[in-house]
C-alpha cells in the first residue's frame, strides 16, 4: 500500500513563505516524477511544479521565480518552497507521484489527501 502525506500548509500573510513537504511511504520500487497541483475554490486543479527523478524541474508561469520544488530520493519525499506569496496562491494544494511499487513492473499515480494554504492579511 502507498501512500503521499503532505504537511506544512496554513495561513500566512501577502509577501510570507510557506515549506510543503511531501512523503511517500509503502511498498515503493521506483518514484519517477513528483509534483504539486492546487485547486482553489470553483475553480480547476492546476499544475504548480513538477520535478523528474533526475532533477529537471518544471512550474506553472504564475509561480516561476517565486516557488521552488526539490526532492530527496533517499527519503522519497518533495517539498516545495513558496515565497512572495500572494492572495492568488489561496488554495489547496496536493501532491503527485508517479510509483511503481515493490513487485510491479507498472507505475501508478498517486495523490496526497491535501494541504491548505490560506494568503491572507
Known amino acids: 500500500q502507498v501512500q503521499l502525506v503532505e504537511s506544512g500548509g496554513g495561513l500566512v500573510q501577502p509577501g510570507g513563505s510557506l515549506t510543503l513537504t511531501c512523503a511517500a511511504s509503502?511498498?515503493?520500487?521506483?518514484?519517477?516524477?513528483m509534483g504539486w497541483y492546487r485547486q482553489a475554490p470553483g475553480k480547476q486543479r492546476e499544475l504548480v511544479a513538477g520535478?523528474?527523478?533526475?532533477?529537471?524541474?518544471t512550474y506553472a508561469d504564475s509561480v516561476t521565480g517565486r516557488f521552488t520544488i526539490s526532492r530527496d530520493n533517499a527519503k522519497n519525499t518533495v517539498a516545495l518552497q513558496m515565497n512572495s506569496l500572494k492572495a492568488e496562491d489561496t488554495a489547496v494544494y496536493y501532491c503527485?507521484?508517479?510509483?511503481?511499487?515493490?513487485?510491479?513492473?507498472?507505475?501508478?499515480?498517486?495523490w496526497g489527501q491535501g494541504t491548505q494554504v490560506t494568503v491572507s492579511s
Open positions: 520535478i523528474n527523478s533526475s532533477g529537471t524541474t
Open positions: 509503502g511498498s515503493i520500487k521506483s518514484i519517477g516524477r
Open positions: 503527485n507521484a508517479n510509483i511503481a511499487s515493490s513487485g510491479s513492473v507498472y507505475t501508478s499515480t498517486y
